[in-house]
């Protein structure tokens, strides 16, 4: 197709393909004479990522590239490759956990059998969460986070059965978009969920 066409099929205008191109967020096309190239699908593909990075994730182009690049080198595996788009998503750590929250943290990893990365953000970000529910006088249970912990890791796999690892872009763009606009959907379930055993438990 042409840039046109690849613009229409992907909504974004070909001033912002071009931009793209020479930003090296997206592969050239075939050259079909001096001036003019041709696009495929892959392409398409490519540029949907690229929004989803960008509109929907909200990342800024430089932390674009580095997913693309991890996208891109087939010496990662297709699990450091998606991962990289994950760890970007982490939302920043605003508070800091102390010493107890962490040790909580890591004994709830260790029950259920769980492992992270060195570099991962999740450690810290769960430590403050918890350091901020203690401070407001309203620590969860062990109990509780074992029941939460339950729920993520069935809620995940379903999450990863969508995944399909023979095209690395297509579920990267499936990774950002699911985790962003499916945990809105998630925490309002949780709601629903609380409003009518409420409701039962009321009646």
């Known amino acids: 197709m042409w840039i046109s066409e690849l613009a229409r099929r992907s909504d974004l205008p070909v001033p912002t393909i071009k931009y793209y191109l020479r930003e090296g967020l997206l592969h050239p096309g075939e050259a079909v004479g001096a001036t003019k190239a041709q696009y495929d699908e892959g392409h ?3 540029l949907r990522l690229v929004r989803a990075l960008t509109e929907v994730a909200g990342m800024r182009l430089d932390d674009v590239r580095r997913v693309l690049d991890a996208i891109d ?13 994950h760890t970007r998503l982490a939302p920043p750590v605003n508070a800091t956990g102390t010493d107890a929250e962490r040790m909580r943290v890591d ?27 203690a401070a407001l006088g309203h620590p969860p249970s062990n109990e509780l986070l074992d029941t ?7 809620i995940s796999e379903r999450d990863l059965e969508q995944l399909q690892e023979t095209d690395r872009a297509q579920a990267a763009e499936h990774a950002v978009v699911s985790t962003l606009l499916l ?5 309002i379930l949780r709601r629903v969920a609380q409003e009518n ?4 438990r009321a009646s």
């Open 44 to 46: 398409v593909r490519r």
């Open 73 to 85: 080198d087939e010496s990662l595996s297709w699990h450091e490759a998606i991962g990289s788009a």
């Open 107 to 133: 004994a709830l990893l260790e029950r259920h059998d769980w492992e992270l990365a060195e570099q991962s953000q999740h450690r810290d970000a769960l430590a403050g969460a918890l350091a901020s529910l």
């Open 148 to 154: 939460y912990a339950d729920a993520a890791n069935l």
């Open 183 to 187: 945990e809105p959907v998630l925490l």
């Open 197 to 200: 055993s409420s409701r039962r």
